[in-house]
């Protein structure tokens, strides 16, 4: 473990955050200058290719950036939350059945009215996000000593459960819609505009600050539940808590953009290999780090084929894999 002056990690993270967003404006189909992008951002550009310029970049690509930024960040804390509080360093948003939960969701408004993916797939997802997070909650009961093994057992049962449901449903669904939702479920920035970015904004911004008031909480459960219990937390009541907050991320970020799986868990381990993940440096850096990833992964998902888009959930499940391949490698050959 390296560790390393967290203010001056803290600063660097945010300024190549700014940096990265900056350059995602330029990357794309239509091929951007610097110049160009720093020009588009100032007000008052004449011309008609500044124009054209500012449409490409304020229109699609700033909202776009923007929503990936927030989604790394969201999906990153919530993997946190997950793996602090389960004390399981493998925990992660999808684990407990909220994405198949959301699919389900969008899926079952398709079957029943028809047609493609409509302005009702947000709401659709967030209340099958919801409704696996409260079976979930059910399921595991209120027993302390086997809550968190019956979580996890139980969000693998209900996720598995989900997509049974989602692919018998798909089977009896119009071809086109079925396109469309498969696309959707495997994550997508496509659907970013203005007018919705302030939802998950809201969310995660609450939650990041819920989280850092919390923080000391946050520490103890990591000594373990008898520990915690000794300095005064009701681990039960705290647990179920900050569940329900990483699911709310969670449930807001796939009724936005879909399924993108692995940030929540391969960010908070790669920050916890510098950063203590208790402090509010930790939590901070998390939340920055993942949304730096997901920038890069959709700047990727936008320019490795020609006119085409690659779902950013291929991308993240790709990446997460060979991280801890490679992590498990060195572990397994490190000295003792």
Same mark, same amino acid.
């Given at each position: ?12 993270? #945010? ?82 059945? #909220? ?167 391969? #960010? ?69």
């Amino acid at each position: 473990m390296i560790r390393i002056n967290q203010t001056l990690a803290l600063i660097i993270t #945010i300024l190549f955050a700014i940096l990265s967003c900056f350059l995602a404006l330029s990357l794309g189909a239509a091929e951007i200058s610097f110049t160009d992008v720093w020009t588009s951002l100032l007000p008052n550009v004449d011309g008609e290719q500044a124009f054209f310029f500012e449409r490409i970049i304020w229109e699609l690509r700033m909202p776009r950036t923007l929503l990936a930024f927030l989604a790394g960040c969201g999906l990153a804390v919530s993997g946190l939350i997950l793996q602090t509080v389960t004390r399981n360093p493998l925990a992660d948003p999808y684990l407990f059945g #909220i994405s198949s939960g959301a699919s389900l969701g969008v899926v079952i408004l398709v079957a029943l009215y028809g047609g493609t993916l409509s302005i009702f797939t947000s709401g659709a997802a967030f209340i099958g996000s919801l409704v696996a997070m409260l079976m979930l909650l059910l399921i595991a009961g209120r027993r302390q000593s086997q809550q968190v093994e019956s979580m996890l057992l139980a969000g693998v049962a209900l996720s598995f459960l989900f997509s049974s449901f989602t692919s018998l449903l798909l089977y009896h669904t119009d071809p086109q819609a079925v396109a469309a939702i498969l696309f959707w479920t495997m994550g997508s920035f496509s659907r970013a505009q203005w007018t919705t970015l302030w939802f998950p904004a809201v969310v995660i911004i609450s939650c990041v600050a819920v989280m850092l008031a919390y923080r000391r909480q946050l520490n103890a459960m990591l000594l373990g539940d008898e520990s915690a219990t000794t300095l005064g937390i009701n681990v039960n009541r705290f647990r179920i808590v900050m569940l329900v907050l990483s699911s709310l991320i969670t449930a807001t970020l796939v009724s936005m953009c879909g399924g993108i799986g692995f940030v929540g868990l391969m #960010i908070p381990h790669i920050v916890r290999f510098f950063v203590s993940q208790g402090t509010v440096y930790g939590i901070l850096l998390t939340a920055l780090v993942g949304g730096i990833f997901m920038i890069w992964v959709d700047v990727l998902s936008r320019i490795v084929l020609d006119n085409q888009e690659l779902p950013v959930g291929v991308i993240t499940a790709a990446s997460g894999s060979m991280f801890f391949l490679t992590l498990l490698y060195f572990r397994k050959n490190r000295p003792s």
